[in-house]
């Protein structure tokens, strides 16, 4: 498999060249064209209590698709629903990213996805719900964001902090606690429901630049209300 | 004899996301072999005597082990669980008690997730089997833990955001009146843990509010349809009734459903935030529940009779709104008016010793002239 971001910035879309027999793994609904040659099936990833559990607990869609270059080698166009950023990671086997649930767009099917229940309090106070994704194996790994994608660097103990509708991926290395925010903190910050977290390195942290709720209630403000 | 990488290490010149490598233990300490392209072949050797040994990683189940080498610090993550035993085997004497702590601190993180997963489970259960009672015990019981500045916060942002869209009365009759009513009201209030905030805000809408935290809206088609100072300051008392019995948060508590409630008793209140977000709450469309009015009309008679303000004002306009065809009644359609509310409260005034009235400073037809009705209509 090969992939390329296409007209990167706020539309981009990833085309994966795919050889004969070779398939991918990918969010349902992320495929906009394909080869001729590409099949579509929809597998229950981590079999179906696993996928249930996604659907129920995640607000996942129930399946990823799985894309199979089963008539000879072809290509495929995926893109994700919201406008922002898409970034490539290689997965060397040994490296593992956790991954908020919008986060994943596509994967190689050598890399495993697993849905994990994170700490209650984590997850009552994270944006990101009780369940995340934790992605590993080898092979290559698409996320999209919201709005940019922005990497951050974490050396051994070495703390940022991030508001939590921001989060998209970090490594597994790297820990987080959620915190009520300062109230310093708390303006600066633009989800303004006041919850940050702090990560502590090692490892790598991606956020979007875009904040999801934030700009749901931005619209709704244009939105005239019905009686 | 494999050679994939098994492990992470991280160091000042190493990639932040970690150098993959390969680590093997031997008698007197372990060989790092870096496996990426750009330092393929090179390797590290490092004595147990220099290794420090922790747990870290976002579950608390990675071995970490740290030393300083010609490079400055380094930090080994290991999750590998042969690796893992390896390293007990080979490790000396010395390290073995900070091993074992630092299983210990792993294993105990995860019991307490667990533990915290089992009572909310638990929790879950036993209410769903129908002890519904329980339910609404365990909502006081989440009410109570949530602290009042917090409570303050979330009316806040919520107050905030609807303000910055609306036209806001800044000065004026209207103003002064209404600060006027909240003062006389906020001072018979004891141990008063709320900075009530009031905003008069231009529109028709016959309404007002308060959420959370003692933050309450008025709007002026409310005090152009009031025939009398005392109706207003009526509406006002129930509000501040509303805060004060903390009705909002019940109602939020009780929308989130049980789980919220259970991690709130016995975890961590701040929660509901993220919560609320999840399931879409909006703090502005809570309806209040039929108890919830009573109680505030009763505590809020309550209060108007101890600020000395006639509370038949509040009756007369409380049967005014019940009466159908009076325009855009908003304020019902957040507190449902249930048949004999009025008549309730009459009884309960009835049953006080006869008030005199302390008269406000404002004379209510100017500060209706400000607004434009044009006096007087009604008597
Ligand atoms: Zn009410």
Known sequence: ?227 | MSSSPNALCFGYELPASGAPCLVRFGGQGLTVTFASESMAGRSEEVPFTALSVSVGGLDHDQLVLKWIGDRGERALYLKDADLIRSFRRSAPEQLHVPFERAAELARLVRRRRRMVWGVVAGVVLALSAGLWRGGDLLVALAVERIPPEWEQKLGESAYKDFLARQDIVREGPAVSAVQEMTRRLVEQIPNNPYKFEVTVVKSDVVNAFALPGGYIVVFTGLMKKATGAEEVAGVLSHELNHVLQRHGLERIVKRLGLVAAASIVFGDQQGLAGLMKQFGVELMTLKFGREQETEADLTGLQLLYQARIDPSGMIGFFERLSEKDEGRMEWLSTHPMSQGRAERLKAELAAMPKLSPVPFTFEWAAVRASLGVSPPAEP
């Open chain 1, 1 to 227: 498999m090969r992939s390329e971001i296409l007209y990167p910035g706020a539309f981009p879309m990833v085309r994966v060249e795919l050889a004969a027999g070779e398939q991918i793994k990918a969010e349902s609904g992320a495929m906009v064209g394909a080869s001729p040659t590409i099949d579509v099936e929809s597998k229950m990833e981590g079999g179906f209590l696993g996928a249930l559990s996604r659907k129920l607990l995640t607000g996942e869609k129930f399946f990823f698709q799985t894309l199979r270059a089963g008539r000879g080698p072809g290509e495929v166009l995926l893109a994700p629903t919201v406008p922002g950023e898409i970034v490539i990671l290689e997965l060397d086997g040994v490296n593992e990213y956790m991954v908020q649930k919008d986060g994943f767009l596509a994967g190689a099917d050598t890399i495993s996805i697993e849905s994990k229940m994170q700490s209650f309090t984590r997850g009552l106070m994270g944006g990101e719900g009780f369940f995340i994704l934790k992605i590993g194996g080898k092979g290559t790994l698409i996320l999209n964001s919201f709005g940019a994608i922005h990497r951050i660097d974490l050396k051994p103990d070495q703390e940022y902090i991030v508001d939590n509708s921001h989060m998209v991926a970090w490594s597994a290395t790297t820990s987080y606690n959620i915190e009520r925010a300062s109230s310093g903190w708390m303006a600066s910050f633009t989800s303004g429901e006041g919850f940050v977290c702090r990560f502590r390195g090692p490892g790598v942290v991606y956020i979007q630049s875009r904040n999801p709720g934030g700009f749901g209630a931005w619209i709704r403000q244009f939105i005239p209300v019905s009686e």
